[in-house]
């Protein structure tokens, strides 16, 4: 939904980004009751430009943001005190909220505190046992990622948008996303970074895990028979062992027994 905000509340078809109606516009904001096949075969494409009741009427001076603020930069000791002063100047120069704003001298000392020191209400970075790097992303889906950054990157370039700051941070903001997420597809698709069943699979990776399992159960099938066949065969040629010594030995006695019967009628007819 950044073009929505960006563009102060413009209705836009969130698959192809067209102009779209606000009868289309209220089936994109029930995907609980819409599939996207629902979406997508009632889009019409209109000329027309409609926007946001709400951004229209009840909000002041419309929806495009003022300022454009990172929650990433905000939580990183680097980054994170002056991505608090924007939020705190913003407030500063809002009609309404300057006379409730604090001290300039304790805005850095309340980040602190939140972002440091872990006071008050509990946030995203404060779950035990968690990071970033617990959960990975399908190639397909870092692709579409890569795609729709392009695409973004390419918009708020441009020269009627860059002039705008909100528009140099956006832009700021998204070419070091795409870095990263470049990083991370790379990973992917050397093999450094491992997928499971558990990350974030697309349909197509969903499908090579499932079917690469099956290759799998396959393969322990067909040792499982080989263990088998050879145990089998062992058991056979052991088998055959004991009777081959067993028709030896009574062949033995029987040709021993015949000799000595022979011997015997010679010695009492000659």
């Known amino acids: 939904f950044i073009d929505y905000w960006m563009e102060g509340g413009l209705r836009r078809d969130i698959f192809t980004h067209e102009l779209t109606t606000p009868a289309h516009w209220k089936l994109l904001m029930r995907p609980e009751f ?22 229209v009427s ?9 300022k454009v603020i990172s929650a990433e ?6 980054t994170g005190p002056a991505e ?26 309340i980040w602190t505190e939140l972002i440091v020191n872990h006071k008050g209400l509990k946030t995203f970075i404060d779950r035990p046992n968690y990071s970033e790097e617990d959960y990975n992303f399908s190639a397909e889906m870092l692709e579409l990622m890569i795609a729709q950054l392009d695409r973004l990157i390419t918009k708020y370039s441009a020269p009627e948008w860059i002039i705008l700051e ?5 832009v700021a903001l998204l070419d070091e996303h795409r870095t990263l997420i470049q990083e991370e597809l790379t990973e992917v698709l050397n093999g450094t970074r491992k997928l499971s069943n558990n990350d974030f699979l697309g349909p197509r990776e969903r ?12 393969h ?31 062949r033995e006695k ?17």
Request: proline share 2%; hydrophobic share 30%; charged share 30%.
């Open 254 to 270: 029987a040709m021993r027994k015949e000799a000595k019967i022979e011997a015997n009628y010679w010695r009492n007819n000659y």
């Open 220 to 250: 322990e099938q067909m040792d499982s028979l080989r263990n088998k066949s050879r145990q089998s065969e062992q058991d056979h040629s052991e088998y055959f062992e004991k009777l081959d010594r067993y028709l030896v030995t009574n």
């Open 58 to 66: 009840s909000v002041t001076n419309g929806c495009q943001p003022v």
């Open 73 to 78: 930069k905000l939580v990183q000791h680097d």
């Open 84 to 109: 608090n002063r924007k939020i705190a100047e913003v407030l500063l120069n809002h009609e309404g909220m300057a006379e409730y704003v604090i001290e300039e001298v304790a805005w850095e000392c």
């Open 166 to 170: 909100i528009s140099q941070d956006l």
């Open 34 to 55: 819409y599939s996207r096949s629902e979406q997508e075969a009632a889009f019409v494409p209109t000329t027309v430009e409609n926007y946001d009741d709400l951004c």
């Open 207 to 218: 499908e090579k895990q499932k079917a690469k399992k099956r290759a799998q159960s396959i």
